[in-house]
C-alpha cells in the first residue's frame, strides 16, 4: 500500500482528493494538513465536509516545518492542494526524502520563472525543483510523469483547452496565421473555497474576468506549442468547465482528417470520451472525465471543439490521482474507473 498525505486537505481540490485517496485499493491515507495557524486545525474533515462524515477518522493538522521532513521522509506520495506560493516555498524541504509530489497549484507549471512574477505575484527561486517538475497532463506526458518525483498537476483550464487542442496542432491541423480562440466558463469551485465577495451567492453573475491576462494563457501556450487568446468567464454554478475552442484549420482540411486526429490521440484513453454530440456540464461533473465533440465547416475551414471537465476532479484532483497512479507503476486508470 502506498502512505499518502494531503496539505490543504480543507478546500474543495484537497478534500475531493481525501475522498479518492479514501476509494483507491492501493492507497492507505495517513495524515490531512491544513496552514500554521488555520481556524479548521484539529477539526475533523466531516465537520467541514459533510459529504466526507463516513470519514470521521480524518482529522486535520497544522502544518510545521517538522511536519514537512517527516512527511519527506516517510510518505510514498504528497499531494499539495494549497495556494501556488505555499507549495513554491515547501517543495525543497518537501522533495529531501523519498517521497514523490504530486502539486495541484500552478507554482511548478511553468519554466519561465518570469511568468511567475508577472501572472502570479512571486518571485520563483525554487529553481532546482522547477528543473526537475514535469508537466502533469496525464494523456501527453505518460511517461516523463512516470519518471519524476514532482508533478506540477495542470490548472482546471489548460487541462480542457489542451485536451481539446493538441490533437489538432500534434497533427499539423491548425493553420498557424491564426490563433486558436478558448472562450470558457467555470463554476464557482474554480476559485477556491475561501470566502470572498466576487464569488459570494448574490454577487455571481455570469461574465468574462482575466480578460487577455489570466495565467492560465501562458501554461496552455507553453504546452500547445502556439498563441492563443483565452477568455475565462465565472458561471453561477458549482461545478464544471465548458470550453468552447475555436479553430482555423489548414487549407483542404477534411471532417475525416479532424476525426483521424482525436480518434488516434485519444485511443488508449479511457478518461477521454469522444462524444457524438456536444457535451454537456451534467455529463461529467463529479467525473475524471474529459468529454470532446467538434464540428468543421469544410468551405471556411474554420472548426468548433467543445471540451467539458470538472474542474475540482479531472481540472485538478483526479488528474492528480492519474499522475499518482504513473509515478507509482500503476494503470492510470486505477481507483478511478471500475476496472
Ligand atoms: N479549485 C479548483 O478547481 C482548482 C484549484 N487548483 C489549485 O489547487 C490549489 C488548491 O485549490 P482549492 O482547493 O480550490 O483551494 P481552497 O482555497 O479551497 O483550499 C486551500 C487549502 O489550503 C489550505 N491552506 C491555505 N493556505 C495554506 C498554507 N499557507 N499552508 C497550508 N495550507 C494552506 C486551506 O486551509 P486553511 O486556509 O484553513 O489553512 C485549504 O485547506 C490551489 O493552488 C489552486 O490554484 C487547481 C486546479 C483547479
Ligand atoms: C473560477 C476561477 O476562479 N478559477 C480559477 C482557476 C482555478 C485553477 O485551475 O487554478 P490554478 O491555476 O490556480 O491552479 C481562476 O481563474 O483563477
Redesign the pocket.
Known sequence: MLNVSI??????????LVDLVARHPDMTLART?????????AKPLSAIHGNLAHLSQVR?E??SDEALAELAANMDLVF????????H??MATLTSGRAKIL?????FRLKDTAVFSQFYGFEHTSTDALGNAVYGLAEWYPQAIAQSRIIA????YP?ASLSALKPLFNAQLLDSAVRPVINAV??V??????ASLANSFCEVSLQAYGVLGHRHTPEIEAYLGTPVIFTPHLGNFK?G?LATVTVKTVAGCTAEQLNQAYHQAYADHPIVRLRESFPRLDDVVNTPFVDLHWKLDEKSGYAVITAAID??MK???SQAIQCANLVSGLPVTKGLLAE
Open positions: 496539505i490543504g486537505a480543507s478546500g474543495y481540490t484537497g478534500a475531493q494538513f491544513v496552514s500554521a495557524n488555520s481556524a479548521d486545525a486535520l497544522p502544518i499539495l492542494a494549497t495556494p501556488h506560493e505555499a507549495s516555498d515547501w502539486d495541484l497549484s500552478g507554482a498537476v495542470p490548472g482546471c487541462t467555470s463554476g469551485t474554480g476559485a477556491g473555497r475561501k461545478r468547465i474542474n475540482v481540472g485538478a484532483a
